[in-house]
């Protein structure tokens, strides 16, 4: 059963930094693109960052080009998110995601990535 679990989350200060975290199990992680995620109450789902399974290839929203980085470290079985210069507008639950080749109905296209498995989420704050 694949599972990913997000951590890191939390209130930060305008112009602060955190470091999300994401474990995954229960596939072949090395061969899985990964991503992050965000969604606010009354808004959709939207893409942050995505990253291919070679760990060279990312892809990021207009919106924090320059802020964030995504990383992995496939011996950990994990992804990072690396958020910096945080603004309010950065306010939302963030989630880890994996595009997995196993089939799903459900998915979400982001970086030419079809994202089909995602965690619980963790919050980020970001606040004067």
């Known amino acids: 059963q694949v599972q990913l679990v997000e951590s890191g989350g939390g209130s930060v200060q305008i112009g602060g930094s955190l470091r999300l975290s994401c474990a995954g199990s229960?596939?072949?992680?090395?061969?899985?693109?990964m991503g992050w995620f965000r969604q606010v109450p009354g808004k959709e789902r939207e893409g942050v960052a995505a990253?291919?399974?070679?760990?060279?290839?990312?892809y990021y929203a207009d919106s924090v080009k320059g802020r964030f980085t995504i990383s992995r470290d496939n011996a950990k079985n994990s992804v990072y998110l690396e958020m910096n210069s945080l603004k309010p507008e950065d306010t939302a639950k963030y989630y880890c995601a994996a595009a997995i080749s196993t089939w799903t109905p459900a998915a979400t296209w982001f970086g030419g990535y079809r994202f089909n498995y995602w965690g619980q989420g963790t919050q980020v704050t970001v606040s004067s």
């Open positions: 229960g596939y072949i992680y090395s061969s899985a693109s």
């Open positions: 990253l291919n399974s070679g760990g060279f290839g990312t």
